[in-house]
C-alpha cells in the first residue's frame, strides 16, 4: 500500500493536526503535517522535442496525441514525408480493416518515406492495434494481404476457444517478460484492447507480452527500435501511460 | 482473463452532464470534461456521454465539450446523441471521440451501424436500444421514428449484431434513475449474444451492478447516478464487486478493500484497533 493510500484508507488521527485555538476555533497547525501529494505517472518521464503521429486517415490520432501530450512528449499528427523522414520517434496508430491501412499508406505516399525512416534511419517507432497488425508479414482479413514485414507474425481471424465473442473488446491482464518498454508496469495491470484480428503467440523472442483470449495472441512486441502493441496505450489509464512514457524515455536515451 | 468494465453514463443536456430520472426529468450535475476527469482517475474502464437533448433537435452533441472532455479521458470514449450520417459520426472522433453511439438512426436503417462500421471500424459503433415493460411486464423495445427493429430485445440485438454493430447498448426507461436495481430479466440465462452488451439504468447499489455482471451475457455495465455524488465512487464499487467474486479491474493505487462501505457505497469509519496488550 503506497502513503497515498495508507492516508485515504486510515482513520486519520486528528489530534495531530488540528488544534483549538484560545477562541475555541478550530486551527491548523501544519508544522507536525505534510501534506500527501501522489506523484503523476509522469513524473519524470524524460521530454522529447518531437514525436510524429503518422495519419493515415485510419486511426484516434488525437487520443494519441493527447495522451502522449500527458507524459511529456511533444507530440503532433503529421502526413507529411519530409516530417516522418525528420521525426526523432514515430507513432503509428490504427483503427480500421488492414487492407485499407496499407491502400492507405500507398495512397498518401506514406510507405517508402515510413520504410525509409524506420529501416534506414532506424527511427524509433510505435505501433499500436491496426498499426501494431501492419508492421507483421501478412494478415488474412478480408483477403490475403501483405504488411510492411517488420515482423514475421501473421494476423488472423481470432477464434478463441469456449466461443467467447469477437471481437475481443475490453480490460484483459498480459504476461510480460522483463523490457524497458514495460517496466514499472506491475505484474497483472490491464490494458484496453479492442479487435477482431489478432496475431497468434508463437513463442518468438519478439514477443514481449501475450494476452490470452482463449487463446495467446501476441500483446506487445519488440525488434531493435520497432515497437507493436495490440492494445492501446492511450486508452490503458496508468498502465497505458506508463508504457508511453516508457517508449518517450527509450526514444529520449537512444538520441 | 477478460473483465468485465464498469462505464460511466453520462446524460447532457444543455451541455451539462445532468442526473436522470425515467428519461423525463433531469437535475444538473456539472461540466463534462471535469466529470471526465474525475470518473478517468478513479479508475473507470469506459465512459460514455449521450446527449439527450441532441436527438429531439437534429444537432450534433456539443462539439467543443466532446474535445475539452477528450483531451483528459485515458480510456475509451464513447459519445452519442443525434448521429444520423457518416459525416457526424466523422466529427464526433475528429473531436476525439472513441466510439459513437447511434439509436433512432440504427433503428429505422440497421443498415446505417454496418456502413459506420466500414468507414470507421465495427469496434467504434454502439447501437443504443431502450427498452421499457409493457403491462404484462414484458421487456420490449421503445419504439422511435421509423424502428424497423423487432420489439423483441435478444431478436433486436441478433439484428444488431448482423447488421455490424459493435457493442449494444441497453437502457430500461422505466427503472431510469430508480436506484432499484438494474432490469433485464431476459439476459436472465441468455446465451452469449457474440458481442458484448452493456447494460444501464437503475443501479443504486453496488449489489445491483454484481448482479448483472454475473450474467453470462453482460460484458460491461453503464452507471450513472451512482458514480456522481461520492467522492472514489468508482473505486468504492470496484472495491465491492472484487469482494463479491466479480473479475473487474482495479488498477488505481489504493483500493479500500480494508474500508467498510455503507449500503450508498460510502466509506464507513475504520472499525477500532483492538487494544494494545
Known sequence: MTPAAGHLARRVDRSQWFGTSALGQIELLPSTWTPISIPPVDAGAPRISDCVIVDYELGNTLSVMHALRRVGVAARVSRDPADILRAPALVLPGVGAFAKAMANLDRLDLTVPLRCAVEERRTPILGICLGMQIMGKSSTEYGYHEGLGWFDYEIRRMEPAGGLPVPHVGWNSVAKTPEAIVEGIPEGASFYFDHGYAAPARRRAYEIATCDYGGSFVALARREHIFAAQFHPEKSQDAGQKLLANFAGIVASSL | ?277
Not at chain 2, 24 to 39: E, M, T
Open chain 2, 1 to 277: 482473463m477478460l473483465r468485465k468494465r464498469i462505464v460511466a453514463l453520462l446524460p447532457l443536456r444543455g451541455g451539462l452532464v445532468v442526473q436522470s430520472f425515467g428519461f423525463a426529468r433531469h437535475l444538473p450535475v456539472g461540466r463534462l470534461d471535469i466529470a471526465v476527469d474525475f470518473l478517468d482517475e478513479w479508475g473507470v474502464d469506459e465512459i460514455v456521454a449521450v446527449d439527450i437533448d441532441a436527438g429531439n433537435s437534429g444537432q450534433i452533441a456539443d462539439l467543443r465539450a466532446v474535445e475539452r472532455a477528450a483531451r483528459k479521458c485515458r480510456v475509451p470514449f464513447a459519445v452519442g446523441g443525434g448521429v444520423s450520417t457518416v459525416e457526424g459520426a466523422r466529427r464526433l472522433l475528429a473531436s476525439g471521440a472513441d466510439k459513437v453511439v447511434v439509436r433512432t438512426a440504427v433503428a429505422a436503417n440497421p443498415a446505417f451501424a454496418g456502413e459506420l462500421g466500414e468507414h470507421f471500424g465495427d469496434q467504434c459503433v454502439v447501437a443504443a436500444v431502450d427498452l421499457a415493460p409493457d403491462e404484462a411486464g414484458v421487456h420490449r423495445l421503445v419504439p422511435t421514428p421509423g424502428s424497423i427493429l423487432p420489439p423483441d430485445p435478444l431478436a433486436a440485438i441478433a439484428a444488431l449484431k448482423r447488421s455490424g454493430a459493435g457493442e449494444v447498448l441497453l437502457q430500461n426507461r422505466k427503472a431510469d434513475g430508480s436506484r432499484a436495481g438494474l432490469e433485464f430479466p431476459f439476459l436472465d440465462g441468455a446465451p452469449d449474444p457474440g458481442l458484448p452488451v452493456i447494460v444501464a439504468s437503475g443501479a443504486g447499489r453496488p449489489e445491483h451492478v454484481a448482479a448483472m455482471l454475473r450474467l453470462r451475457a453482460v460484458a460491461a455495465v453503464a452507471i450513472g447516478n451512482l458514480l456522481s455524488h461520492t467522492e472514489h465512487s468508482v473505486t468504492h464499487v470496484k472495491s465491492f464487486l472484487r469482494r463479491a467474486g466479480c473479475d473487474v479491474r482495479l488498477d488505481t493505487n489504493f483500493d479500500y478493500a480494508a474500508v467498510d462501505a455503507d449500503a450508498a457505497g460510502r466509506p464507513l469509519p475504520a472499525r477500532p484497533k483492538a487494544p494494545a496488550r
